[in-house]
C-alpha cells in the first residue's frame, strides 16, 4: 500500500497528493461551468447511460487521475447548478463560496459530533453556535439546540420533546419508560393543511399515526385560520381527543406565508400545549433588517426548527432545533458506556449525542460559524431582503398581467401562479399548458423552475432564494414562459 497517499498525515508527499488532488478538483469544477444555464437537459434515460460503469469496483483500482476523467466527462457537466439564475425551483439554495470551503475543512477532519473525543473542538463550536442562535431567536437562559440532518429531523425531536414532555407533565406517565400510554390514540397535534409533510411522517413514525394529525384549513394568504382551530381544539376536547401539540409554520413550503405566532401562543398557553415553530424556511427572514418583523413571535414557542441549507444558502446539510427548555432534550438521553459515560458531563466534556437521534453526526456548525462571521449583519442583510424584494415585484407584475394569476402576496421569496385558464381554453386545459411549459424549460432551455398544486390546479412556482436574479431576468422568464404557454396550446 502507497501509505502516504491514503490520508493527509504529517508527511511532505502525503500534503503533496493532498493539494494535487484538491487542486484538480477545483480545476475541472471551475472548468464545468461553460454557461449560465441551470442544467444542460439531459432525459432520465440519457443520464442513465452517462453515468453507466462497466465495473463499479474493478479489479484493479483506476487511479485517481483516471476517475478524475471519468467525473469530467461523465459527471460534472450534468451537475444540476444551484447557483445558476435559472434555478428557481425549491427551497434548495446554492451554497456560498466560504461555506464550500468549510466543507472541505469538515471533511478533511471527519469529525463526529456524538462524543467529543470524537470532536473536541467541533463540539466546543456548536456549542457556542447554538448558544448565539438560541440569543439571536429571543430565546432566554436555559435555552438548548443541536445541529441535525434537514428540517425533517427538527421537526420530528421537536414531535418527541413534545410528545414525551405532555406525557409526563400532564399525563404523569414516562413514555421513554413505558411506551405510548394506553389513551394514545387520543394525542392531537393541530398543523396547518398545507404544513410540511413531515408532520404526519413523524407521527407515523412515533406510533401516533395519521390521524393524530389535524390538518386545520388555511386563510386565502394561506394562513393558518384561527377560527377554524379553535373550533377543532373544542371539538375535539368534547371528544375526550387530548391536545399537546401546536406546530405552527413559519414560511410554508410552497407560498411563505407565516402563521400568526403570537395568537398561536395564546391558544397554546390556554390549553397547556406545546407550540412548535416548523421555521425550515421562515427562519432566514431573521437577517433582514427591513423584514425580520415578519416573523416576530418566533421566541414565544417552545421550540423552532431552523434551516441553513435554505434561505441561509449553506451547503446540504445543515439544520437545527432550538429549544427554550432545554430540560426537555431529556428525552433523548440514553447512556452507552463507551459513548457517554456520565461522569464527562460533571468533568465538563460534553457528549452531543445526548441531544440528537443520530449517532455519528457532521460538524454542520461549523459553516455556520464561518458564514454569520464571514458576511455579517449588513452582509446578510441584503442577501435575504433582496430575495423577499423580488419576490414582491415578481408579485406586482404577475398580479397586473392577464395571462396570468397569482395565488397570494409572498411575505418571503415564493410566488407562485399559473398561465391563465381564460388565456388557455379552461382549467383543465390550462393545467396541461402549466405542465408542458416547465417540462420545456428544464429541456430546452436549461432553466428550471417549480410545480405545484394550489385549490387544485396545477401552478408554477419561482422560488427566489439566490439573491443574484435581477428583475431583468424575472421579466425575461415571465415572456419566455407566456410564448412558451402559447406555443403549448
Ligand atoms: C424544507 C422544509 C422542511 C424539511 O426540511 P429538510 O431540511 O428538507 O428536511 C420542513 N418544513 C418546511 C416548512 C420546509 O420548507
Redesign the pocket.
Known amino acids: 500500500m502507497e501509505t502516504s497517499k491514503l490520508f493527509l498525515i504529517n508527511q511532505d508527499d502525503s500534503k503533496a497528493e493532498y493539494k494535487r488532488i484538491m487542486e484538480q478538483t477545483v480545476n475541472a469544477l471551475t472548468a464545468s461551468i461553460t454557461d449560465d444555464r441551470a442544467y444542460a437537459g439531459p432525459t432520465p434515460d440519457e443520464l442513465k447511460k452517462h453515468v453507466y460503469v462497466d465495473d463499479i469496483l474493478p479489479e484493479n483500482g483506476l487511479g485517481w487521475d483516471a476517475v478524475l476523467s471519468r467525473l469530467n466527462n461523465q459527471i460534472l457537466p450534468n451537475f444540476l447548478r444551484t447557483s445558476s439564475t435559472d434555478y428557481m425551483a425549491h427551497?434548495h439554495s446554492p451554497a456560498t463560496i466560504e461555506s464550500i470551503a468549510s466543507e472541505l475543512i469538515l471533511s478533511t477532519f471527519n469529525q463526529s459530533m456524538d462524543s467529543w473525543d470524537q470532536s473536541p473542538v467541533a463540539t466546543e463550536v456548536e456549542l457556542e453556535v447554538v448558544k448565539k442562535l438560541c440569543a439571536m431567536y429571543g430565546y432566554g437562559d436555559g435555552a438548548d439546540g443541536v445541529f441535525t440532518?434537514?428540517?425533517?429531523?427538527?421537526?420530528q425531536t421537536a414531535i418527541i420533546l413534545a410528545r414525551d414532555w405532555f406525557c409526563n407533565e400532564k399525563l404523569n406517565f414516562d413514555i421513554k419508560k413505558h411506551g405510548l400510554p394506553e389513551n394514545f390514540r387520543k394525542l392531537r397535534m393541530y398543523t396547518s393543511e398545507i404544513?410540511?409533510f413531515?408532520m404526519e411522517k413523524s407521527a407515523h413514525v412515533l406510533g401516533l399515526g395519521y390521524e393524530c394529525v389535524v390538518k386545520v384549513p388555511v386563510d386565502s394568504r394561506k394562513k393558518m385560520d384561527l377560527a377554524a382551530l379553535k373550533q377543532l381544539i373544542e371539538k375535539d376536547k368534547a371528544e375526550g381527543n387530548i391536545p399537546f401539540l401546536l406546530v405552527a409554520?413559519v414560511?410554508?413550503?410552497d407560498f411563505g406565508s407565516i402563521d400568526p405566532l403570537k395568537e398561536l401562543y395564546d391558544l397554546c398557553k390556554a390549553n397547556g400545549m406545546w407550540l412548535h415553530a416548523?421555521a425550515?424556511?421562515g427562519s432566514g427572514v431573521i437577517l433582514s433588517q427591513k423584514y425580520n418583523n415578519r416573523i416576530a413571535g418566533l421566541n414565544l414557542c417552545d421550540s423552532i426548527?431552523v434551516?441553513f441549507?435554505?434561505m441561509f444558502l449553506l451547503p446540504i446539510?445543515s439544520?437545527a432545533v432550538l429549544v427554550k427548555n432545554g430540560k426537555t432534550f431529556d428525552a433523548l438521553t440514553i447512556h452507552a458506556d463507551y459513548l457517554n459515560r456520565e461522569e464527562d458531563e460533571e468533568d465538563g466534556y460534553t457528549n452531543l449525542v445526548d441531544k440528537s437521534l443520530q449517532t455519528t453526526r457532521r460538524f454542520d456548525a461549523l459553516k455556520v460559524w464561518v458564514a454569520f462571521q464571514t458576511r455579517g449583519k449588513d452582509g446578510w442583510s441584503e442577501i435575504i431582503s433582496t430575495s423577499m424584494e423580488n419576490a414582491q415585484y415578481l408579485y406586482q407584475k404577475l398580479k397586473n398581467d392577464k395571462d396570468f394569476c397569482v395565488v397570494t402576496e409572498p411575505e418571503i421569496s415564493s410566488v407562485v401562479f399559473r398561465l391563465s385558464s381564460a388565456k388557455c381554453g379552461g382549467d383543465e386545459q390550462a393545467d396541461e399548458v402549466n405542465k408542458k411549459v416547465r417540462r420545456s424549460l428544464i429541456h430546452n432551455h436549461g432553466v428550471v423552475i417549480g410545480q405545484t398544486v394550489s385549490d387544485g390546479r396545477v401552478h408554477l412556482k419561482f422560488t427566489l432564494l439566490n439573491p443574484l436574479i435581477t428583475r431583468q431576468k424575472l421579466d425575461s422568464l415571465i415572456e419566455l414562459i407566456r410564448k412558451l404557454g402559447t406555443e403549448a396550446k
Open positions: 427551497l440532518s434537514g428540517g425533517s429531523q427538527s421537526n404544513s410540511h413531515s409554520t414560511g410554508t413550503t416548523d425550515a424556511y426548527t434551516d441549507h435554505k446539510s439544520s
